[in-house]
């Protein structure tokens, strides 16, 4: 006897240009179901909530890349950074109090990416990766944001 497995539904990464937050550059890319549901608004609120952080990367040179996710009604909003260096650095926000705040995670195991997210950081791992092979001068970054991930995952 077979069985069918539904197919686990996909989404849709959408690279949306350079955010720029003082001495730091990161690619955007919004990720939902329909990507129509991500408001300009709710972008905004996202970018002031990155420019206020108590991260400060307004005083860091530094590179890396956001991603806006819809869940539901809802966004979860990963803020990650390479620090110059071959790990990868993330602060998560969520809006569940109707604006962005930071995800307080104290337990020792916890979630990281989902299977949606995890094309983006596919992604983002090699093209970092490929980075780290150049001279890291100005045009090898700006190779770096150029080089984006858009579709299914």
């Known amino acids: 006897m077979k069985t069918s497995l539904a ?7 959408s690279p949306e240009g ?6 730091t550059r990161f690619k955007w890319y919004n990720l939902a179901e329909d990507l129509q ?13 990155i420019e206020n952080t108590e991260e400060k990367f307004q005083d860091i040179d530094d590179i890396g890349f ?34 962005f705040e930071i995800w307080e995670r104290k337990n020792i195991h916890i979630p990281t ?16 990766k490929k980075f780290l092979g150049t001279d890291r001068k100005d045009k090898s ?12 995952v």
């Open 66 to 99: 956001v991603i806006m996710h819809r869940c539901g009604q809802n966004y979860l909003l990963l803020v990650c950074t390479w620090r110059s260096e071959n790990e990868l650095w993330e602060s998560v926000y969520y809006d569940g109090s109707g604006h």
């Open 113 to 128: 990416y989902c299977v949606w997210e995890m094309g983006i950081v596919y992604h983002e791992s090699r093209a970092w």
């Open 18 to 23: 350079i955010f720029i937050v003082g001495k």
């Open 141 to 152: 970054k700006q190779h770096y944001l150029e080089d984006v991930f858009e579709g299914e």
């Open 7 to 13: 197919a686990y539904p996909s989404k849709f990464a």
């Open 37 to 49: 549901n991500i408001s300009q608004q709710d972008i905004i609120n996202a970018k002031k909530c």
